[in-house]
């Protein structure tokens, strides 16, 4: 009778340290997984902000510029490609295409000294530069969480519960995409 209490004992025992194992591994990638959530609602609270500065700046700009048609196209096309992505990688790749067009709008907006001396122009540059700088460091905290995930997930024994618990193998980075990145940006003035 001791013995059989003693081996239902050790079994309880390891019936515990097993369960133990796979709630703290369930438990981090749960944690891991809205880390990588909550950064990524950060990216688009940076990207709408931008997306919502886009109007004022655009209107400001064609006033002085009423002849440079295309880029205002342009421009109303990148913002509905961003308006309209649901994933991810659409999301970025929208990103991606409005920052190069930003950055055509912009340098029109160098041809223009009295635009540039514009008190509006100058504020939603600013503004402008300032959610870009938000949404560098947004991008970069989320790449971190991105990177601590797909460590987590991909390491053993995590590996095995990944699939098994219903989570992503793999969690997509935020990159930006394009020669026009890799590029200097030439400043005239």
């Given at each position: 009778m001791k013995k059989v209490l003693i081996v239902l004992g050790i079994i309880a025992v390891v019936v515990i340290l097993i369960a133990s194992f796979f709630v703290g591994q369930y438990n981090g990638l749960v944690r891991s997984d809205q880390d990588v959530k909550q950064n990524w609602a950060q990216v688009e609270n940076q990207l709408q902000r931008r997306?919502?500065?886009?109007?004022?700046?655009?209107?400001?700009v064609k006033g002085y510029a009423t002849h440079e048609q295309t880029i205002f196209v342009q421009v109303a096309e990148a913002r509905s490609k961003l308006s309209g992505a649901a994933t991810v990688n659409e999301k970025v790749a929208a990103s991606n295409g409005?920052?190069?067009?930003?950055g055509r709008l912009l340098a029109i907006a160098e041809n223009y000294p009295q635009l540039r001396a514009s008190e509006n122009f100058r504020a939603l540059q600013d503004e402008l530069a300032g959610t870009e700088n938000r949404l560098a460091v947004a991008r970069?905290?989320?790449?971190?969480?991105?990177?601590?995930?797909?460590?987590?997930?991909?390491?053993?024994?995590?590996?095995?519960?990944?699939?098994?618990?219903?989570?992503?193998?793999?969690?997509?980075?935020?990159?930006?995409a394009g020669e026009?990145?890799?590029?200097?940006?030439?400043?005239?003035?």
């Open positions: 997306y919502d500065l886009i109007p004022n700046l655009v209107s400001t409005m920052e190069s067009v930003l970069m905290r989320y790449n971190e969480s991105v990177q601590a995930y797909n460590t987590k997930a991909k390491s053993f024994p995590t590996v095995m519960f990944v699939g098994m618990f219903g989570f992503d193998r793999e969690k997509p980075f935020f990159q930006v026009q990145v890799k590029e200097t940006p030439k400043v005239e003035f």
